[in-house]
């Protein structure tokens, strides 16, 4: 794994949300971009050279309203950024964890990502995310 990506954050509100994190960072965000295959609207802040990603649900069976429904709104994940998530994927299950989704899919801001079950990382909710290519899908 190279470097934290991002992290993401849970919030019932984005609007709202978002306001308190320009506040906090002193800038604005620089995306707002819905991920329908995961009931989410998704808004990234950069802060030095860290990324923090607001996450709210769209839709009230997503994994983001289930996770504000039993925790409330907080940090939800920490993404990994990764050369070659196929050969990641595979590391990591020789490792012994558990791979939520077994093939990479289409998330934000241009990543392919794949997420590592809580009960294998200590209660983090573990994603690994790499650049998509000009010629991947």
């Known amino acids: 794994m190279d470097k934290i990506e991002h992290i993401g954050i849970a919030v019932k509100d984005l609007e709202t949300s978002n306001k308190l994190f320009e506040k906090l960072f002193g800038a604005p965000h620089y995306k707002i971009e819905e991920v329908a295959s995961e009931g989410v609207r998704t808004s990234f802040f950069k802060t030095g050279p860290n990324k923090i990603e607001l996450l709210e649900a769209i839709k009230e069976d997503s994994p983001i309203a289930k996770f504000i429904e039993r925790k409330g709104e907080g940090v939800h994940h920490i993404a990994f950024a990764v050369e070659d998530i196929e050969q990641e994927i595979?590391?990591?299950?020789?490792?012994?964890?558990?791979?939520?989704?077994?093939?990479?899919?289409?998330?934000?801001d241009n990543k392919l990502v794949v997420f590592l079950h809580p009960k294998t990382t200590n209660g983090v909710l573990v994603e690994l995310c790499q650049e998509i290519s000009t010629n991947e899908g």
Do not use: S
Request: charged content about 40%; overall charge positive.
């Open 90 to 108: 595979e590391r990591l299950k020789g490792e012994g964890f558990t791979v939520l989704n077994e093939k990479p899919k289409k998330g934000a």
